[in-house]
């Protein structure tokens, strides 16, 4: 499970990308190497090519398009040890942007794929990050589909309580504008929502980046359309 929370291992900039952290992935130690992000900074834009796919060592990145008229459709966000930027398409299919500052590991893509068919570690791996892409595709045909706008957001809060293994001090790493384009929502019925949620006392704002959930049923059941409508 990861966290969409920023780590403190890649902050001196100085470091040789070599000596950095390295995740060991199945079993196998990856020695690709590592890419710096300051937050904000873009690592590929849609319709780039793609020779490389990614792994977060440290950081968050979000993935998302532009539409032709200007909005934005932020389709995920990624945490520590996932992998990203695996198409079929020669081409990039989403824009990717550093949401905090990101240290990325870089991988040949046909080189990953040939290391995935001879390595049943890589093989799971990928396999996992498939269904994790496709259960989050579903839930999202759902959300956009059928719940309302507090619905949306409580699943958002669910998704990052149980992402960050905890209850208290959950950080929204993105901004609030981030996650109305990823829920298909305005800013300001995020906002809305959220206030409410806080004078429900469905969660707890602890300031502008962390909030508690002192009753995580009280969340589902709003988030599964059993509380307050909007």
């Known amino acids: 499970m990861t966290a969409l929370v920023k780590t403190k291992a ?3 900039d100085s470091a040789p990308l070599q000596s950095d952290i390295i995740i060991d992935v199945g079993g196998i130690v990856a020695t690709a190497p590592v890419k710096r992000l300051k937050a904000g900074e873009t690592l590929y834009v849609e319709g780039d090519n793609a020779p490389y796919c990614y792994q977060i060592v440290d950081g968050v990145m979000k993935e998302y398009n532009t539409l032709e008229d200007g909005r934005r459709q932020v389709a995920d966000f990624y945490g520590v040890g996932e992998l990203f930027g695996i198409s079929e398409s020669d081409k990039h299919l989403h824009t990717t942007e550093a949401i905090t500052d990101c240290a990325v590991r870089c991988y040949l893509h046909d080189a990953y794929l040939r290391e995935v068919a001879a390595s049943p570690e890589r ?3 990928l396999l996992d990050t498939l269904m994790t892409r496709l259960h989050r595709a579903r839930e999202r045909i759902v ?4 719940m309302s706008a507090a619905q949306r957001v409580a699943a958002f809060l669910l998704r990052l309580s149980s992402e960050q293994e905890t209850t208290n001090d959950i950080q929204f790493v993105m901004s609030r504008q981030d996650i109305a384009d990823h829920l298909g ?9 959220l206030t409410t949620f806080k004078k429900s006392h469905i969660i707890e704002m602890k300031n502008s980046r962390l909030f508690d ?3 995580i049923n009280a969340l589902d059941d709003t988030a599964h359309g059993m509380g307050t409508r909007h």
């Open 185 to 193: 929502l305005t800013i300001e019925t995020v906002c809305r929502v």
């Open 10 to 12: 890649f902050e001196n």
């Open 143 to 146: 959300m956009l589909g059928r």
């Open 123 to 125: 093989s799971q791996q």
């Open 213 to 215: 959930v002192p009753d």
